[in-house]
C-alpha cells in the first residue's frame, strides 16, 4: 500500500489513497493518533465534533483534550494493538463542545503499521450518532452500527448512482469500492485501465484518455463525461470527478475519484432538446401557415386601395383590412421573437442609435392602432440629440410595444404621451396613459409571459411586454410599470445607457441611408417583366394584379417546372419565388435559373411564410436579393423592385 507522508519525523504509517480521501471528506471526523495517543491531524468534522480549532489539538493527547474520553479510548486502543487488526466501537461521554451533555460516536480504528510492520499509530473514523433514532430513521439502517455506517455509504453511493473508484497508476490496478452499474461493478480484485478504457464508448474512447492524460500531465484535477456499454448493448453515461496524488518529484501515484450515472439526466436533456426543436418547428410551421392565408388578404385590399382611391368608403374598408392584417403579422412575429430571444438566439446589431429616431419608427409603426382608439399622442423630445448602443429595429419595436399596450388599454379619445429625457448616463423613455391603470401588486406581473392583468377580449397574447423587458435588458437597460391603481393610467419607463456625443456634433445628421423618396417609389420601378412563382393561387393572382395596375408586365405559374418552361419564352426582370413550392422547392428552383447563362441579370425575391433569421440568410446566401416574408408589405417590395 502505498505510504502516508512522515509527520515530524516518524515513520510513515500504512494509509493509502483511500485514507488521504477520507481525510478530505466532510461526513465523517477522521483523526491519525500516535502510539502515545496525541493527535497528528484531524480533519474539521472531527474538530467541530471537540468544539475545538484543528490548531488546539495538535501534538495533544486525548486526555488533554477531551480528558472525560480517555477510559474508552485506552481500552479500544487496547483491543486494537493485541489484534492488529480494525475495532469499532461505540463510544459515550462528553466533549468542550458541549459539557454536560452524554454524546454517542461510532468509530472505526485502524491500526497503523510502517513498511516494517511495526505499529506507529492508530487512524479513527468517527461517526456522530446521538441522535440515533432520526438518523435511522431517515437512512432507514439497521441498529447495528457497523453495518447501520456501511449500508448508509453504499445506499448513498447507489441513490446518487455514484461510483467511487482509485486507480493505483504505478501497479495499474483500479479498485471500484461500490458501484450501482453492471458495466463497472465493484470489484473484489482490481481490475486493469485497459480493462475499463474498454468498457467505454467506441466513439468516447478517445476524448476519454486525453481528458485522462490532461489531468495526469496537468495539475491533477480530473473531470470526465463519457458513454459504456453495458453487457446487453446498452448505452450508459457516466460522469466523472477525481484528483490525481503524486510523489514528491510529481510522479502521478493514484487517481481516486467517483463516477456518477447520469444518464437519467442525459436522457431528460435529449428528451427537453428534441421537444424544444419540434416546439421551434411548430411555431415556425404555425408563422407559415398563418401568413399564407394573410398574404392574398392583404394584396386584395391594396388592389382595391388602387381601384377606388376616390371612394371614402371603400378607403375605410381596406383600411380596417390592412390594420388587422398588421395585427395578425405581428401577433405572430410577436411569438417567434420571444421564442428565439427566450432561448438567447437573437443577435442585437448594435450601432449608436438617435432615440429620435427609434421614437419616430415606432410611432410611425403604431400610429394606425393609436388613430383607431382616437388617442391623442404627444410626443416630447430633447433639444440635443440623444443617443444610445443598441439595435435601431429591435429599440423601436420595444416602444411600439409599449406604444400598443397604451392604446390597447385607453379607452376611446385618450391619452398617450411619450416623452425622452437623459438623465445623467442613462435615458429615461417613458410611455404614459390615462388608460386603466394596474393594481399596485401587479405592476412587477405584466412582464411575465402570457400575462394580462385586464381578460377581456382585448389587446394580444399577453407577449408584448414580456418582449419588452427582454430587448430591453439585451440593451443592458431595465423597464418597469408604474401605476396609481386601477383607473390611474400607467407608465412604462424604459431606462438605457446614454452614450456620449457623436465625434462630429456640429455635423448634419444625414437621411437614413435606405431611405426612399416617396415620389421615385414605383416610378423607376414601372415597366418590369415580373415572374411570380407562387402554388398560393389567391395570392399570386392577387398580387399579380396589384403590380399590373403599377404598369408592370406580369407573369404567374405555380409550380417550379412551368417557370423553368416559362423562363426562356417570358424573359423576366425580376422573378418572386415561393420557397415551399411542391416538388421542387424554391432553393433549388432558384439554382436552375442561376445555372443557366441567359438568366445572368435576373433578379431573384423569395417571398415566403418562412420568416426565421435562418431562412432569411439562407435565402441570401442562395443568390436572393430579398427575403421577404408574407404577407409582402407593398411598400417594401416597391424598394425591392426598385434597383432591378
Same mark, same amino acid.
Given at each position: 500500500m502505498t505510504s502516508l507522508p512522515s509527520l515530524a519525523g516518524a515513520p510513515a504509517p500504512s494509509g493509502g489513497p483511500l485514507l488521504e480521501a477520507l481525510f478530505t471528506q466532510g461526513f465523517y471526523g477522521v483523526v491519525e493518533f500516535d502510539l502515545a495517543l496525541r493527535f497528528v491531524r484531524l480533519n474539521e468534522t472531527l474538530a467541530h465534533i471537540n468544539g475545538l480549532p484543528v490548531e488546539a489539538h495538535l501534538g495533544r493527547t486525548v486526555a488533554e483534550v477531551v480528558p472525560a474520553l480517555v477510559a474508552a479510548v485506552e481500552e479500544v486502543t487496547a483491543q486494537v494493538a493485541s489484534s492488529r487488526a480494525p475495532v469499532t466501537k461505540e463510544i459515550r461521554g462528553e466533549t468542550p463542545a458541549q459539557p454536560g451533555v452524554l454524546r454517542t460516536w461510532l468509530e472505526h480504528w485502524l491500526p497503523l503499521f510502517h513498511a516494517d510492520q511495526a505499529l506507529v499509530g492508530y487512524a479513527v473514523l468517527v461517526e456522530e450518532t446521538t441522535d440515533r433514532e432520526a438518523v435511522l430513521h431517515s437512512l432507514q439502517l439497521t441498529s447495528d452500527a457497523l453495518r447501520a455506517s456501511e449500508a448508509r455509504l453504499r445506499l448513498s453511493l447507489e441513490a446518487a448512482y455514484l461510483i467511487s473508484f482509485s486507480w493505483d497508476i504505478v501497479r495499474d490496478e483500479v479498485h471500484r469500492l461500490h458501484s450501482a452499474s453492471s458495466v463497472l461493478p465493484a470489484t473484489a480484485r482490481p481490475v486493469r485501465f485497459a480493462d475499463v478504457l474498454a468498457a467505454v464508448h467506441p466513439d468516447d474512447r478517445v476524448g476519454f484518455q486525453e481528458r485522462v492524460d490532461r489531468c495526469l500531465a496537468g495539475p491533477g484535477q480530473y473531470e470526465n463525461e463519457f458513454r459504456v456499454l453495458e453487457a446487453d448493448g446498452t448505452v450508459r453515461w457516466l460522469y466523472e470527478r477525481g484528483v490525481v496524488t503524486r510523489a514528491d518529484d510529481g510522479t502521478p501515484l493514484t487517481l481516486s475519484g467517483l463516477s456518477q450515472d447520469i444518464t437519467a439526466r442525459k436522457t431528460a436533456e435529449l428528451a427537453l432538446q428534441m421537444a424544444n426543436r419540434r416546439k421551434d418547428e411548430f411555431l415556425a410551421t404555425l408563422a407559415h401557415e398563418l401568413r399564407n392565408p394573410l398574404a392574398p388578404i392583404r394584396s386584395a385590399a391594396e388592389v382595391l386601395r388602387m381601384l377606388a382611391p376616390e371612394d371614402p368608403t371603400m378607403q375605410k374598408a381596406v383600411g380596417i383590412i390592412d390594420r388587422q392584417v398588421s395585427q395578425m403579422v405581428r401577433l405572430v412575429d410577436d411569438l417567434l421573437d420571444v421564442n428565439r430571444i427566450s432561448r438567447g438566439d437573437i443577435l442585437l446589431l448594435s450601432e449608436r442609435v438617435d432615440v429620435a429616431d427609434a421614437v419616430r419608427a415606432a410611432v410611425e409603426t403604431s400610429r394606425p392602432l393609436i388613430e383607431a382608439g382616437?388617442?391623442?399622442?404627444?410626443?416630447?423630445?430633447?433639444?440635443?440629440? !440623444?443617443?444610445?448602443?443598441?439595435?435601431?429595429?429591435?429599440?423601436?419595436?420595444?416602444?411600439?410595444?409599449?406604444?400598443?399596450?397604451?392604446?390597447?388599454?385607453?379607452?376611446?379619445?385618450?391619452?398617450?404621451?411619450?416623452? !425622452? !429625457?437623459?438623465?445623467?448616463?442613462? !435615458?429615461?423613455?417613458?410611455?404614459?396613459?390615462?388608460?386603466?391603470?394596474?393594481?399596485?401588486?401587479?405592476?412587477?406581473?405584466v412582464f411575465e409571459m402570457f400575462t394580462r392583468v385586464q381578460q377581456d377580449g382585448q389587446g394580444g397574447l399577453g407577449i408584448g411586454l414580456a418582449l419588452v423587458r427582454r430587448i430591453v435588458e439585451l440593451h443592458g437597460g431595465e423597464v418597469r410599470a408604474l401605476s396609481n391603481g386601477e383607473g390611474q393610467g400607467c407608465t412604462f419607463e424604459m431606462w438605457l445607457p446614454a452614450l456620449g456625443p457623436a465625434p462630429s456634433p456640429d455635423a448634419a445628421r444625414p437621411a437614413a441611408a435606405n431611405a426612399v423618396p416617396a415620389a421615385a417609389v414605383g416610378a423607376k420601378a414601372q415597366g418590369l417583366r415580373i415572374l411570380i412563382v407562387d402554388d398560393n393561387v389567391d395570392f399570386a393572382q392577387s398580387e399579380a394584379t396589384m403590380l399590373e395596375l403599377k404598369q408592370h408586365i406580369v407573369c404567374v405559374v405555380h409550380d417550379a417546372r412551368a417557370a423553368l418552361d416559362v423562363v426562356p419564352v417570358f424573359a423576366p426582370d425580376v422573378a418572386l419565388l415561393d420557397i415551399g413550392l411542391p416538388g421542387m422547392d424554391g432553393y433549388e428552383l432558384a439554382a436552375r435559373l442561376r445555372a443557366d447563362p441567359a438568366n445572368a441579370d435576373l433578379v431573384l425575391i423569395a417571398q415566403t411564410g418562412w420568416g426565421q433569421p435562418a431562412d432569411r440568410e439562407r435565402a441570401l446566401a442562395q443568390g436572393f436579393r430579398a427575403h421577404l416574408t408574407k404577407p409582402v408589405d407593398w411598400a417594401t417590395l416597391e424598394r425591392v423592385l426598385l434597383p432591378a
Open positions: 382616437e388617442h391623442h399622442l404627444q410626443v416630447s423630445l430633447p433639444l440635443a440629440p !440623444v443617443t444610445v448602443s443598441g439595435d435601431a429595429t429591435r429599440l423601436s419595436q420595444a416602444l411600439s410595444n409599449l406604444l400598443n399596450n397604451a392604446a390597447h388599454y385607453t379607452p376611446m379619445g385618450g391619452q398617450i404621451a411619450l416623452t !425622452v !429625457v437623459r438623465d445623467g448616463g442613462r !435615458v429615461r423613455i417613458a410611455v404614459t396613459d390615462n388608460g386603466r391603470g394596474l393594481p399596485a401588486d401587479r405592476c412587477d406581473d
